[in-house]
C-alpha cells in the first residue's frame, strides 16, 4: 500500500482513534459535528483519534458506534472479543425463501396468475397480520414467497394496460412489505434490490398511492445507510412530494396519509441532520396534514395517523439529542391508541431513547421491557435498542446490570 493512502480499518491493525477517524470521515461528519452529537468538544474528538488521550468507556464508544452507523462494534474497536452486530439483527429463518422468490422470474410457467383482487385481499390480510402479530417477521416471511410469486405472475400475464398497470401497483406493494421483512437483517443487497423494484413497479403502475410508498420506504434505505446519503434520502421525499402535491385537493385518505408520512420522513433527516427548526417545521406540516384525516383513520403501511404525531414528536426530540424535550414529548404522546404492534414497539424504543438521554436508565429499560412485551421481533432487530442494553449490561449498579442483562438474554445478545 502507498504510504499516503487511506488505511483500511477493517484489513490494518489500527488502534482505536485511527478507527474512529478513518470511520468517521467515510461517513462524510466532521469533527464538530461528531463532537457536538456526543456532548465534547472538536478538540476531544482529535486527541481522541490522534491517541493523545485512551479510547473512551463502553457506553461513550456504544454512542460512538451509534453516530458511525457502525454494523460490527469490531469494526471500531479492532477488538473481535467485541465482535456485536449493532444495527443488524439476526438472520430471520425466513430469509432465505423470501430471497429465493425475490431472485426467481417466473419467465415461463403453466401456473396462472390469479386475479388482482384477489391478490390485493391476500395483500390486505398481510398487513394486517404485521400489525397485529408480535412475531410480525415471521408471519409475513411466511406469507411473501406466495405473494411474489403471484405478483410477479399477474403483472407478466395482464391482459391489458389497464391490468398490468394494477398488478404492477400490487407487485409494488408487495415489495414493500418485503422491505419491511428484510430491514436490519444481514442481506444489504437484497433490501435495496427489493427497494428498487419497487419503485420501478410503482413507477409503471402510474398509481400516486404505490408512488408515494415505495419512495416512502426508498428514503428510508438511503437515510439508514448513513449521514452521506441524506442529500439522497431528501431528493427521493422532496421529488415525491413535488409530484403529489397537486394531487392533494382530490386525493383520497390514503394519498393525503403518505404524503403526511413523506413530510414526517423529510423531518425526520433533518433531524439526523441536526437542523432543529427545519425538522420541527416538516413534523408541523405532517401533523397539519395528520389533522385532515378522519380521527380513527390509521395508514395500513406507514401507520401515519392523528395518532402516531405524537410518537413522531419525541423520534425528532430524539435525534436532536434534546433529552428533556424528549421526556416532555414522551409524556404527551398517547402509545394506548398505536394501533399497530411493531408501531407500538418502536415507540416504547424511541422513549428508552428519550429517558436514556435524559440520565434515566432505569425508566429506559423498563420502557424497553414494555417495548418486548408488544412485539419481541420489532425491539430484537433494533439497533438502538441493542446499544442501550448492551451499554446498560456495564453498569455500576448490580440491579440495572442484572435487568440489562436479562432483556440482553431476551434479544439474543447474551447466551442464557
Keep these: ?153 399477474a403483472v407478466r400475464q395482464a391482459d391489458s394496460a389497464a391490468d398490468r398497470r394494477a398488478a404492477q401497483a ?15 437483517q444481514p442481506d444489504a443487497a437484497l433490501l435495496w434490490r427489493v427497494s428498487e423494484r419497487g419503485m420501478v413497479a410503482a413507477q409503471e403502475s402510474e398509481d400516486p398511492h404505490a408512488i408515494g410508498m415505495a419512495a416512502w420506504l426508498a428514503a428510508q434505505a438511503h437515510r439508514d445507510s448513513g449521514p452521506a446519503h441524506f442529500d439522497a434520502a431528501d431528493a427521493v421525499t422532496l421529488d415525491t412530494l413535488r409530484y403529489l402535491t397537486p394531487l392533494l385537493p382530490d386525493a383520497g385518505d390514503d394519498v393525503l396519509a403518505i404524503a403526511g408520512a413523506l413530510q414526517f420522513e423529510a423531518g425526520y433527516t433533518a433531524a439526523r441532520r441536526g437542523a432543529d427548526g427545519v425538522a420541527w417545521g416538516w413534523w408541523d406540516k405532517a401533523r397539519s396534514t395528520a389533522k385532515k384525516l378522519p380521527a380513527d383513520y390509521f395508514h395500513p403501511v406507514t ?20 433529552g428533556g424535550e424528549s421526556v416532555r414529548q414522551a409524556a404527551r404522546a398517547d402509545k394506548t391508541v398505536i394501533r399497530s404492534r411493531p408501531r407500538r414497539a418502536r415507540h416504547r424504543i424511541e422513549e ?19 417495548a418486548h412485551e408488544a412485539a419481541p421481533e420489532t425491539i430484537r432487530y433494533n439497533g438502538y435498542a441493542r446499544r442501550i442494553v448492551l451499554e446498560e449490561t456495564e453498569a455500576r449498579h448490580p440491579e440495572r446490570r442484572q435487568r440489562a442483562s436479562e432483556l440482553a438474554v431476551k434479544l439474543g445478545l447474551l447466551a442464557a
Design 170 to 184: 400490487v407487485l409494488s406493494e408487495v415489495y414493500s412489505l418485503s422491505q419491511f421483512f428484510i430491514a436490519y
Design 1 to 153: 500500500m502507498p504510504s499516503d493512502a487511506t488505511p483500511d480499518p477493517y484489513a490494518e491493525p489500527l488502534v482505536f482513534g485511527q478507527r474512529m477517524q478513518i470511520l468517521r470521515q467515510r461517513r462524510g461528519m466532521s469533527r464538530p459535528v461528531l463532537a457536538g452529537l456526543l456532548g465534547r468538544s472538536p478538540s476531544w474528538v482529535k486527541q481522541v483519534e490522534s491517541g493523545l488521550i485512551h479510547p473512551p468507556k463502553l457506553p461513550m464508544i456504544l454512542r460512538i458506534a451509534e453516530l458511525l452507523r457502525v454494523r460490527d462494534l469490531a469494526d471500531l474497536t479492532g477488538d473481535q472479543s467485541m465482535s456485536v452486530d449493532l444495527f443488524v439483527g439476526p438472520g430471520h429463518p425466513r430469509l432465505a425463501a423470501v430471497k429465493a422468490s425475490v431472485d426467481r422470474f417466473p419467465l415461463t410457467t403453466d401456473q396462472e396468475a390469479p386475479p388482482t383482487l384477489h391478490l390485493r385481499h391476500r395483500l390486505d390480510r398481510a398487513w394486517a397480520a404485521r400489525h397485529e402479530a408480535p412475531n410480525h417477521r415471521e408471519v409475513v416471511g411466511t406469507l411473501l414467497p406466495g405473494l411474489i410469486r403471484d405478483a410477479q405472475l
Design 303 to 322: 401507520s401515519f395517523s392523528r395518532a402516531v404525531m405524537g410518537a413522531h414528536a419525541v423520534t425528532v426530540a430524539v435525534e436532536l439529542h434534546q
Design 352 to 370: 428508552a431513547r428519550a429517558y436514556q438521554l435524559d440520565g434515566q436508565p432505569d425508566t429506559a429499560l423498563a420502557t424497553l421491557d414494555k
